[in-house]
Structure formats: C-alpha cells, structure tokens
C-alpha cells in the first residue's frame, strides 16, 4: 500500500521559517508528480507548489518567493521550506503524489502549521 506520511509541522511566529518534509513508501519506484496543498479553515484546498510531470514546478502567487519546494527522487521525498511566514498562510498542510505506473493519485493526511504571534 503506498503512503505519504507529512512531518515538520508546528507553531511559529510570523516572520519565521518551518520546513516541511513528505516520505513516500509502498511498492512504487517513482513519484514523478509531488507536490504540496494545504487547506485553512472555511477556506478550499489550494496549491501551495508542485513539481509537475516534465520536472517544471509551480508555486501559487501567494507563497511565490517566500516557499520553496525541492525533491529527492531517490528517497521517494518532496519538502517544502517555508521563509517569512504570514498569518495567512495558516492552514492543514498536505502532501501530494502521482504514481506514474498505476496513474493514480496519493495524499498525505496533513500536517499543521499555525502562523502567530
């Protein structure tokens, strides 16, 4: 069974930093497609960042500059770090991955991060 297991979540004041880290396990060699949402209360699931299928990635305007997300394509694992931290970017973080031998789509059950002074 494959799975995403999303850590590094926490408390942080606005103006600081927290790094994100997503593993992924199961009998599957590759994620070509990883990436990042994250949803905040009364608030839709929205993209945070992604590497897409041809290795580009895309980052939402909001956290444009501010994030950065990287891959191991080895480990099987996708991190987000995170700089400068607003209280909007409050939210359930999740992790994303696609399995390009069985076309089909994984998520992490969420990590939190909380943006307060």
């Known amino acids: 069974q494959v799975q995403l297991v999303e850590s590094g979540g926490g408390l942080v004041q606005p103006g600081g930093s927290l790094r994100l880290s997503c593993a992924a396990s199961?009998?599957?060699?590759?994620?070509?497609?990883m990436g990042w949402f994250r949803q905040a209360p009364g608030k839709e699931r929205e993209l945070v960042a992604m590497?897409?299928?041809?290795?580009?990635?895309n980052y939402a305007d909001a956290v444009q500059g501010r994030f950065t997300i990287s891959r191991d394509n080895a480990k099987k694992t996708v991190s987000l770090q995170m700089n400068s931290l607003k209280p909007e970017d409050t939210a359930l973080y999740y992790c994303?991955?696609?399995?390009?031998?069985?076309?089909?789509?994984?998520w992490g059950k969420g990590t939190l991060v909380t943006v307060s002074s």
């Open positions: 994303y991955g696609w399995v390009e031998t069985t076309r089909m789509n994984y």
């Open positions: 199961g009998s599957i060699l590759s994620m070509p497609v």
């Open positions: 590497f897409t299928r041809s290795g580009n990635t």
